[in-house]
């Protein structure tokens, strides 16, 4: 009963993907944030915040053992952390580093290439690669380190090479090229730096810099580094992952490639709920939940529930209205 629900009964199945849709106002967030995550959080003892009105939450509750909300804030506080650094790929890239020759004469170990610890590191600007100069009228000026010429390290450490790159030129490497470059030589460590890197391509994230700051990420890109997070997690226990509204700014092709995601969850026995009112989404739910029929105090109510198909012939439904062109669309589509 939360802000305008009308005191509904939900039924969220588990182990399949869930869309729960409905024009903006419609009561989505208020369901499935204020009322269904917070509840869930409370029964499996991660407190957190006061959930929504509601009188009862039932079901197969020790079929998951957690609940994951995945939202789009930033990944990490500080400039510091990267997409690699998150997904621990920068350290099976330091210890590769660490074996090479030149680095073991100088007794270099993987926290010698670390940008975040004293040590090999520019002490100038502390790894940054840059220096923040406040300005008292205007905003704060970034320029590059004069001691390092923005390339975060020591000298000693630049001069250490693998295959003809140090660990600075690594950082500038995108995902993919990164990727592509460990994968010319078929060694062990090497397939550690890819196996963690892999998850990235997967959410379709190739295309950003590994030492590029998390802070400088759009908030989709740092949903998605998050998904790629979990997607790394092989022996993860069965988790409900909740997604707003995941599609925000994306295009077509990266639709696309989350939907990939979502699916290797599911494969993987977790349960995925998500809020959306992307039409490309919604038509591959197994499961729709709509809200409305409008927002603010009109809506708050499941308007219908069932499969896409279902949801198109629902006629008090705007996404069914929606649904119901996108479907037909699809089939003249597959007549041609
Ligand atoms: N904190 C709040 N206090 C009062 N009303 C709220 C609050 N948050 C949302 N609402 C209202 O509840 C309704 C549903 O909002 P919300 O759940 O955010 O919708 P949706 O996520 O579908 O866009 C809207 O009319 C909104 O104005
Ligand atoms: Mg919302
Ligand atoms: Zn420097």
């Known amino acids: 009963a939360q802000n305008n629900l009308k005191s509904i009964d939900v039924k969220f199945p588990l182990h399949v993907m869930t869309v729960v849709s409905g024009v903006s106002g419609s009561g989505k967030s208020s369901l499935v944030r204020d009322v269904f995550y917070r509840a869930l959080l409370r029964h499996y003892g ?96 970034v320029l590059e380190c004069e001691s390092c010429h923005g390339k975060r390290y020591k000298q000693d450490v630049l001069d250490i090479e693998y295959r003809g790159k140090n660990i600075s030129d690594v950082l500038d490497m995108t995902i993919n090229q990164a990727i592509e470059f460990f994968s010319e030589v078929n060694g062990s460590q090497e397939k550690r730096i890819i196996k963690r890197l892999k998850p990235l391509q997967d959410v379709g994230l190739g295309y950003i810099k590994l030492g590029q700051s998390s802070s400088t990420l759009s908030g989709g890109e740092n949903q998605r580094v998050k998904l790629a997070f979990f997607l790394s997690n092989e022996k993860q226990e069965s988790t409900l992952f909740i997604f707003d509204e995941p599609t925000t700014g994306l295009h077509f092709h990266d639709i ?7 699916n290797q969850l599911i494969e993987r026995g977790h349960t995925v709920v998500i809020i959306e009112h992307n039409m490309d989404i919604i038509k591959c739910a197994d499961h729709v939940i709509d809200m409305g029929p409008e927002g603010g105090k009109e809506g708050g109510y499941v308007v219908c529930t069932g499969t896409p198909e279902e949801i198109a012939e629902c006629s008090a439904s705007y996404t069914g209205m929606f649904l119901k062109e996108k479907l037909r669309s699809c089939f003249k589509f597959i007549e041609k």
């Open 256 to 262: 696309n490639t989350l939907l990939k995601s979502f």
């Open 46 to 141: 991660e407190g957190g915040e006061m959930p929504g009105t509601y009188s009862r939450l039932s079901g197969d509750m020790d079929r998951i053992h957690s609940v994951e909300f995945v939202d789009q804030n930033p990944i990490g506080k500080s400039t510091r952390s990267n997409p690699a650094t998150y997904l621990k790929a920068f350290d099976e890239i330091r210890k590769l580093f660490a074996e090479q020759q030149g680095a073991k004469q100088m007794g270099f170990s993987p926290s010698y290439f670390s940008f975040n610890s004293e040590g090999g590191r520019c002490e100038e600007c502390k790894g940054e690669g840059t220096i923040t100069v406040e300005m008292q009228f205007m905003a704060d000026i």
